[in-house]
């Protein structure tokens, strides 16, 4: 069964960091573009992030962009998240996804479109408070 597997998520105060982590399981990640999207209570699921097969092209949301860092690692069949200088707002539920390369460049350019990404993680908490 593919699945993706988040961790990494707890409680942090503002101005804090956190390092989320998207581990795949029963298939080569490699092949997949994966995305990072969150979900705060009440409202849409919105895309902050997404990465290119080989890691080499990235794209990221408006609010987190220069806060956040989207990485992998193919050969660990993982893709991180850091996000830094954390705020109230950042306060979700963050979740990982997988979009099939098909035989395109392993650096296409990446897009945040919910469904056009196949497989879904269960998600990890982030929350932010003092």
């Known amino acids: 069964q593919r699945q993706l597997v988040e961790s990494g998520g707890g409680s942090v105060q503002p101005g804090g960091s956190l390092r989320l982590s998207c581990a795949a399981s029963?298939?080569?990640?490699?092949?997949?573009?994966i995305g990072w999207f969150r979900q705060a209570p009440g409202k849409e699921r919105e895309g902050i992030s997404c990465?290119?097969?080989?890691?080499?092209?990235?794209k990221y949301a408006d609010l987190v962009k220069g806060r956040f860092t989207i990485s992998r690692d193919n050969a660990k069949g993982t893709v991180y998240l850091e996000m830094n200088s954390l705020t109230s707002s950042d306060t979700a539920i963050y979740y990982c996804?997988?979009?099939?390369?098909?035989?395109?460049?392993?650096?296409?350019?990446?897009?945040?479109?919910?469904?056009?990404?196949?497989?879904w993680g269960q998600g990890t908490q982030v929350t932010v408070s003092s």
């Open positions: 996804a997988a979009q099939w390369g098909g035989i395109t460049t392993t650096e296409a350019k990446c897009a945040m479109i919910r469904n056009e990404y196949e497989y």
């Open positions: 029963g298939f080569t990640l490699d092949y997949y573009v």
């Open positions: 990465i290119s097969r080989g890691g080499g092209r990235t």
